[in-house]
């Protein structure tokens, strides 16, 4: 079977979003690009915890699929157009979360708040147009608006996070899904609420560089800078 370490990862991916509380039963998509170009998508309508790897879909660039059985995720169309403009990413998916999507019906940005947006997004997150499951404009949307930053959120439909690798596009999902709820918690008190300077929350990003194991030591010049 075609990649299927990576199908595996894809897959596990998907029983996280449930697990953090992203999505619900069949919700949502999980898309990757192999270092070859082949991209990795999960199947249409599947319950994630009911998949096993080989549901996993490999197709070209183009959509053609190359290996699999099940009827790809219907968002297929705008993944395909995120990976074709987006040289840069190589991990999509796709949210119905919750807290997230409730910002989108009270503001046009979700503004860094605490320090683990920043880290995860690498900035604020913008609102986009609403745009409907199995368009195209979900895609162009993105592309559109991501800018730097490694999420955007959909209006009145969910998030699409992005990342270099699948482990990047998930801890932007989860940490923005955290993001959000502090932010709806803290509007639901009072509509004017703190947020880290742009300084603070660069600051933030450039720090979470160098967070984990498998990372380079952090440059002494940014450590003097948060001491």
């Not at 300077?197 to 010049?221: L, V």
Request: aromatic share 6%; proline share 5%.
């Amino acid at each position: 079977m075609l990649f299927e370490k990576e199908r595996e990862e894809v897959r596990i991916a998907g029983t996280k979003l449930d697990r953090y509380g992203l999505i619900a039963l069949t919700g949502g998509n999980v898309s990757c690009r192999m270092p070859s170009g082949e991209i990795l998508v999960t199947p249409s309508g599947m319950i994630y915890e009911d998949m096993v790897s080989s549901d996993v879909l490999v197709m070209d660039i183009e959509g053609k699929i190359i290996e699999g059985k099940r009827a790809a995720s219907v968002d297929t169309i705008a993944l395909l157009y995120i990976f074709k403009n987006m040289p840069h990413i190589n991990a999509v998916i796709h949210t119905h979360q919750p807290y997230a999507t409730a910002v989108s019906l009270v503001a046009d940005e979700l503004p860094c708040i605490v320090t683990t947006l920043p880290n995860a997004t690498k900035g604020p997150v913008k609102v986009c147009p609403f745009s409907s499951a199995a368009s195209i404009d979900m895609g162009i949307q993105t592309v559109n608006n991501a800018g730097s930053t490694l999420a955007v959120i959909l209006k009145c439909h969910g998030v699409i996070a992005l990342g270099t690798s699948l482990k990047e596009a998930l801890y932007s999902c989860v940490y923005l899904e955290e993001a959000a709820k502090t932010y709806v918690y803290a509007r639901s008190i009072q509509n004017n609420i703190a947020c880290l300077s742009p300084a603070q929350w660069q600051q933030a990003a450039d720090t979470f560089k160098y967070y984990g194991q498998d990372k380079a030591p952090m440059p002494e010049e940014l450590r003097k800078t948060i001491s």
